[in-house]
Structures are given as C-alpha cells and as structure tokens.
C-alpha cells in the first residue's frame, strides 16, 4: 500500500544519508525513469526504451506467477 512505499522509500533514503552512500531519486513513468537512468550512466539504449519497456511488459505478463 502507499504507506508502506512511503515509509519504506523514506527509510532508505535516511540510510544512504547515515551512511554517505551517493544516491539519486528518480521519478516520473516508466520510461522516464529509463531514459534518466541511461543518461545517468552515461550508456545509449540500444533499442528505443518504449519498445524495450513494452517488451519487458510482455515477457512479465506471461510468467506464470
């Protein structure tokens, strides 16, 4: 539930500041967060990240859980 992925969320990021662990917070949609963190590490997808994220969403849909 929500209040557990804030507690949980705050939590960690009160660790990592504890703990001088150089982090960064991403937000926004799925594919949002892709293309940040691509540009974050610097790499190039190599495929166009809406068809990569569509394609995870796929594979994910057929595990059978």
Same mark, same amino acid.
């Given at each position: 539930? %929500? ?11 009160? @660790? ?7 982090? $960064? =917070?991403?937000?926004? $949609? =799925?594919?949002? *967060? +892709? %293309? *940040?963190? !691509? =540009? ?11 068809? +990569? =994220?569509?394609? !995870?969403? @796929?594979?994910? !849909?057929?595990? +059978?859980?």
């Amino acid at each position: 539930n %929500e209040n557990f992925r804030r507690s949980s969320d705050e939590f960690l990021l009160k @660790t990592l500041k504890e703990m001088d662990i150089p982090h $960064t =917070v991403i937000g926004g $949609t =799925v594919e949002e *967060r +892709a %293309e *940040r963190i !691509a =540009v974050i590490f610097g790499k190039k997808p190599i495929m166009p990240i809406s068809e +990569a =994220v569509s394609l !995870a969403r @796929t594979q994910y !849909a057929a595990l +059978a859980l």
